[in-house]
C-alpha cells in the first residue's frame, strides 16, 4: 500500500470541529487504501511555551481524540513525534538545506512574529521540522486543511533539493486536501478560519464541548442579511460554512443539503446543524469518556506505534546519514 503521514499539535485540551472535518475525517477514510502513519506533534507544540503537566495531559488526549475519531490503531501506526528521535535528526538536515530567506517567507512565522507574537527560533523552523515529519516516512499524500499548503510546499522543495544534490533518496509528496472541508471558518467571523488561537470561544467548536453549548454557538452563529440558503462562500461565507460542517457530518453533496432547506429560513438550518453536530459528538465524546478512563491502555497503543514508525524512521535516517556523508558508527 502507498503511504501516508499526518500530524496534529497538541496545543489545546480538544481538537476543534475544523481540525475534525478538515483532518481527522480524511485519516479515517484513507486508511483503508494506504499504510497510514498518523501522529502528534509534541515537539512543534514545543514552539509554544506551555507547563510540562499540560503538555503531557494534551499529548495523551490528542492522540485519544484521533482513536475516538475512527483511526483504528490496529491498521494505522499512532504514534508521538518525539518517541521517533529521528524525526528531529531530519529536522537538521533540513535546517541545512533551507536558505534564511526562504525560511523568513514562511506566512506563519511573518503572521505570528507580526501579531507581536515573542518567537523562538523553533518557530522559525519550525516547517523544516515539519518537511522531516513527512520526508521520512516516504509518504505519497499528506491529508491536511488548507492552512499547511505552503508547508507541503517547501517539503517539496526540500525533497527535490535533497535528490538533486545527493542523488534520489526522498519521496516527493502531494498535499492531499479535500475542496470544502479544507477550511472550517470561525462561526463569529466565517471569513477567517476556526482556530485554537485565533478563535473566540463562541466561534468555535471544541470536540470534547457541552452538547447544549455546541448547540448555542451554532444557534447564535453569524450568517447574513439575505435569507436565502445557498450555498456560495464568497458572498455567503457564514451560511455556507453551516452548509459544509452538515454534509461532511451527514455525508449530503452540499448542493443537495442547501436545496433541502428551500423556502426555510437560517433558524431552520441553524438547528438542524446543531443535531446533526451533537448526533456525530456524542459518541465520539464517549468514546473519549472510555479511552482516557485507561491511559495506561493509550500509552501501549503510542509504544506500539512508536515501533513501527521507528522500523521506517532508522532506514530512512541511515540513508540520508549516507548521502550527506556522515560518517557511519561501527
Ligand atoms: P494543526 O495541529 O494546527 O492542525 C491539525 C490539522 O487540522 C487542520 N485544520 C483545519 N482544517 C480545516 N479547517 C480549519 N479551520 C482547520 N484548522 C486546522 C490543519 O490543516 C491540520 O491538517 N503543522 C501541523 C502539524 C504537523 C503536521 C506535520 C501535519 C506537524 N508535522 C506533518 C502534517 C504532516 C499543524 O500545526 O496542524
Redesign the pocket.
Known sequence: LPRI?????P?SDSL?L??Y???LVNWVKLQDDFDAFYFV?DL?ALTVPTDPAVLRHRTRVTAAQFLAGGVDPERSAVFCQSHVTEHAELGWVMNCLTAFGEASRMTQFKDKTAKGQNANVGLFTYPM??AA??LMYDAAY???????RQ?LEITRDLAERFNTRFGEALVVPEPYIVKG?????DLQDPTS????TGSSPKGLIDLMEDPAKIAKNIRSAVTDTDAEVRYDPETKAGVSNLLVIHSILSGTPVEEVAASFAGRGYGDLKKEVAEVVVESLTPFQQRMTELLADPAELDRILATGADRAREVASTTMARVRDRVGLLPSV
Open positions: 503521514l499526518s500530524g496534529m499539535q496545543t476543534h475544523g481540525n472535518l478538515g483532518a506533534a512543534h521540522l515539519m515529519d513527512i499528506v491529508p491536511v486543511g488548507e492552512d499547511q508547508h472541508a479544507a477550511k472550517i471558518m478560519k476556526m482556530s485554537k
